[in-house]
């Protein structure tokens, strides 16, 4: 079976700061992907970056960074330089190839909130 | 990026009528859409698997009966409720992957998403 934990519901962070939203997961399977999305609160999910499960290096997508410990079954998203508009839902998400069919299963989701 | 649409973006209707949901990839074509409802402060469940031209895909005590997914062109997919009840009322989101590959890094491109109210 297919899993992803998001523990924390919601998070603050200062504007500028750097924030973590962690995720694990549970696959068997060897071959999958990690992907975190954004929700604000006009419902819309807007695709922030992906990581491979056989990618040597952290993915990055400008002050977006996911820091993959496989061993760990962890993928967490790094926010750098915390802006105002960052305050939104964040989903952690992975698609197992194999196992998983070409279903994206989600996480439960952490809240964001950036204080001014 | 590549961009999926959806109709309408807010519906309120009556018990028992049926409202149906149109999801449309404008600049690309969509092999598999996706069709995933989520409930107010939780995540997104998936619901059913719609590849063109055939039988969707429903997950798990999701009834297939109820939820009616036509997914007849590469660009559209649409989802049927029918006889809608107030437990119906939810967001429903739909998402497509660009046709042809299988690769785990394939990314789902979100419609905005239609939001239900039965009252």
């Known amino acids: 079976a297919q899993k992803i934990t998001q523990t924390q519901p919601g998070m603050f962070v200062q504007e500028k700061e750097a924030v973590t939203l962690d995720c694990t997961y549970d696959?068997?399977?060897?071959?999958?992907?990690l992907f975190w999305y954004k929700q604000p609160s006009s419902g819309e999910m807007i695709f922030l970056i992906y990581q491979g499960s056989y990618d040597q290096q952290n993915a990055t997508e400008g002050r977006y960074s996911l820091n993959f410990q496989k061993a760990r079954k962890s993928a967490n998203l790094v926010i750098s330089a915390s802006q105002l508009g960052d305050s939104a839902m964040y989903f952690c998400?992975?698609?197992?190839?194999?196992?998983?069919?070409?279903?994206?299963?989600f996480g439960a989701g952490t809240r964001l909130f950036v204080k001014a | 990026g590549a961009v999926v649409s959806q109709h309408p973006s807010w519906v309120i209707c009556k018990s028992g009528t049926s409202v149906k949901i149109e999801c449309r990839s404008l600049?690309?074509?969509?092999?598999?859409m996706f069709w995933y409802r989520q409930f107010p402060k939780q995540s997104l469940m998936l619901m059913a698997t719609?590849?063109?031209?055939?039988?969707?895909?429903?997950e798990q005590g999701v009834e297939k009966d109820k939820f009616l997914i036509n997914h007849a062109s590469l660009t559209l997919s649409t989802l049927t409720v029918t006889s809608a009840h107030p437990e119906d009322s939810s967001f429903y989101i739909c998402s497509a992957a660009t046709s042809g590959s299988k690769s785990s890094s394939d990314t789902q491109y979100f419609g905005p998403g239609t939001r239900l109210t039965v009252l």
């Open positions: 696959t068997s399977d060897p071959s999958y992907g």
């Open positions: 998400a992975m698609r197992a190839l194999n196992t998983g069919g070409f279903k994206t299963i």
């Open positions: 600049d690309f074509q969509a092999t598999t």
């Open positions: 719609s590849n063109e031209g055939s039988k969707a895909t429903y």
